[in-house]
């Protein structure tokens, strides 16, 4: 070999290792690293069974247990527009580079994936490659998916395809250029999807197991919890430290005690995650809402124990945007407290206190209460903002429960005053929102 | 699914069957016959529909009659029997604040509370309090003034 030709090999292996060890950096820890113990293939697990559906469908049929399981991985919320067929995309995500559109998987054959044999409907959930070789965009959680043993997939299509086929074409995305270009999927998802069935952890309980599984396999909290890396994947090194999700910012539930789960009690977590709601901390709407109506509230009472004894072993990792507590009840008075906004006190007054109180308890209801939960205390407001923008509606056991949307009702300017106000009077430092962020807030929202 | 309720309204229990999560405008109205109280909106917005629950102003259109159990609920048929009440509703009639009425229910319920809480309010409470009570006849000038009256006990 010459000198230069040494010198350009040199260089180019150099090249080489130093992409791979970027990727790799940048790619960080898999999302059960954390637990750390030994990890063992499924079939040599022998302490209990993580997999699969909780005892009373163990004898169910391959279609009910497909059921439990589509529920679980949370599929239709993604894949049905509002007020159109389950499942039949074309729900818009819209991100800073362009919109993408769910698609239809209900078993219509020209729009939907009913030409998918088995082989292709696995390369989709587990590997994130469509029928016809392209490759999916991440926004279908894939990575998680990819957890999920072959027979609990393949039990979700013959769900899918008991279902009523809808012929439903989803939208073209318009995504812009780089962005646009399918095939460097092929190098994101070598580097970012672990492309590995779950493994269950020996030095762990059988419970936490299935909490890990359920957790990361099918509800993929990852994916709204976790912040994202330079490569808009999972950065587990931050596991479950909260992010902004479509608008909406997914709070911190690591097991962080001043800004994560770390003092919820059992009994706070299980009934936030099967109703929605958690005394004193207020409840799930946006996104998480739509997860707790659709998906956590459909899961076996020991299923919703296993997920609260796997998110108390994630490491705490805090929030330092969010205050160390939560502010305590607002004096029953308009004239107690803050006033600094008058115009947002104004609409206050005419368009909120009579379900949520001066006081920041609602006379209504308990799932209205204000006062000790996330969303009034972040300084960013980004919910306050969001929930009255898109408002919400909640199915609980006992009954729906909603507050209106007032995004058409009120301008960008008067949705910032009141934003403002609620989080300077209820929580324990008033936000700065401007009309431009309001706008911003908007533009994210999902449609 | 239906339960049975049990309510103690304007002092007399009252037992009927609904579901639990039937707003309480809805059990006042079709199921109990008390029309007095008006349905404007249906989300909180206008407060036609205000009640008194333990002697706070309430928006029925959105409480559940479930939530009720156990707790005192008064109407427009029987504020006039509170101190509060029979205030607002001489001061109303003397400054002649009812256009067509529909809101009057609620304005008056949510007044009743106001001073019941409050029995010299200033301009501030009565926004505060209120706001949330629409009138597309615009009587708001009348109401204030009325509230006032009602405060001081004299005409102005
Ligand atoms: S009907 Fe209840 S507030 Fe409008
Ligand atoms: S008097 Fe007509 S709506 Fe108020």
């Keep these: 070999m010459s000198g230069k030709m040494r010198i350009l090999t040199s260089v180019v292996v150099i090249g080489v290792v130093a992409a791979g060890l970027g990727a790799w950096i940048i790619r960080g820890p898999g999302p059960l690293d954390f637990a750390g113990g030994t990890k063992v293939a499924l079939a040599d697990y022998r302490a209990g069974k993580p997999t699969g559906v909780p005892a009373k469908l163990e004898k169910a049929s391959l279609v009910e247990r497909g059921e439990y399981l ?29 919109t993408l559109y769910s698609t239809n998987i209900t078993a219509d054959k020209d729009t939907g994936i009913g030409n998918y044999s088995d082989q292709d409907f696995l390369n989709a959930v587990q590997h994130g490659k469509r029928r ?8 279908m959680p894939y990575t998680s998916y ?3 043993t072959d027979e ?35 190098v994101w998802s070598a580097v970012f999807n672990p492309d590995t069935r779950f493994a269950p952890d020996t030095s762990k309980s059988p419970e936490w197991n299935r909490g890990a599984y359920l957790a990361e396999a099918l509800a993929h909290c990852g994916e709204c919890h976790t912040p994202r890396n330079l490569g808009f994947a999972l950065d587990n090194r931050r596991k479950f430290a909260g992010a902004i999700t479509a608008g909406w910012r997914a709070f911190n539930i690591s097991s962080d005690k001043a800004t994560g789960l770390g003092s919820w009690s059992d009994q706070n977590l299980i009934s936030y995650l099967s109703l929605g709601h958690a005394p004193g901390h207020g409840s799930a709407s946006g996104p998480m809402g739509e997860a707790v109506d659709h ?68 006379p209504v209801s308990p799932m209205a209460t204000l006062t000790g939960t996330w969303a009034v205390n972040d300084p960013a407001a980004t919910n306050v903002a969001q929930i009255v923008i898109s408002g919400t509606k909640r199915h609980t056991p006992d009954g729906a429960l909603s507050m209106p949307a007032f995004g058409n009702a009120y301008t960008d300017d008067e949705i910032a005053a009141v934003a403002n106000y609620v989080t300077a009077r209820f929580g324990t430092k008033g936000s700065k929102l401007t009309a431009k962020d309001v706008a911003e807030l908007r533009k994210q929202t999902a449609e | 699914m239906h339960m049975a309720i049990v309510l103690t309204i304007n002092g007399e229990t009252k037992s009927f069957d609904a579901p639990p999560d039937m707003p309480l405008l809805w059990a006042l109205r079709d199921i109990l016959g008390m029309t007095g109280t008006k349905f404007g909106c249906g989300i909180a917005q206008c407060g036609a529909c205000t009640v008194h629950v333990d ?38 009639l003397e400054a002649e604040v009812i256009q067509c009425g529909y809101c009057q229910s609620g304005q008056i319920m949510a007044a009743a509370a106001l001073l019941a809480a409050t029995p010299n309010p200033d301009d501030s409470d009565i926004d505060a309090a209120m706001a949330g009570n629409i009138c597309r006849c615009g009587t ?17």
């Excluded at chain 1, 016809?132 to 926004?139: E, N, Q, T, W």
């Excluded at chain 2, 109407?75 to 205030?87: L, R, Y």
């Excluded at chain 2, 009348?142 to 005409?155: H, L, M, Y």
């Design chain 1, 70 to 98: 589509a529920k679980a991985a949370d599929c239709m919320v993604c894949h049905t527009q509002p007020g159109e067929k389950d499942y039949s995309g074309g729900l818009a995500f819209k991100l800073p580079f362009g």
């Design chain 1, 132 to 139: 016809d070789g392209a490759r999916l965009y991440p926004a």
């Design chain 1, 146 to 148: 990819t957890f999920m």
């Design chain 1, 152 to 186: 609990d997939v393949l039990a979700v299509k013959a769900y899918l395809f008991s279902l009523p086929a809808v012929r439903a074409k989803a939208p073209d995305n318009t995504l812009s250029f780089p962005f646009n270009q399918r095939w460097a999927m092929i």
């Design chain 1, 295 to 362: 998906s956590f509230s459909q899961f076996a009472p020991e299923d919703i124990r296993s997920i609260v004894a796997y998110l108390r072993s994630v490491p705490p990792v805090p929030s330092p945007d969010l205050p160390a507590t939560t502010a305590p009840i607002a004096p029953a008075s308009h004239k107690e407290g803050v006033t600094a906004d008058a115009r947002g006190k104004m609409l206050f007054a005419g368009a909120c206190a009579s379900c949520h109180g001066w006081s920041g308890e609602s």
């Design chain 2, 55 to 92: 002697g706070k102003a309430v928006r029925s259109c959105v409480l559940p009659v479930s939530a009720v159990a156990n707790r005192t609920v008064t109407t427009i048929e029987h504020v006039g029997s509170t101190p509060a009440g029979a205030k607002v509703q001489k001061a109303w």
């Design chain 2, 140 to 156: 708001y000038v009348r109401i204030r003034e009325a509230i006032k009256q009602a405060a001081n006990g004299r005409q102005s």
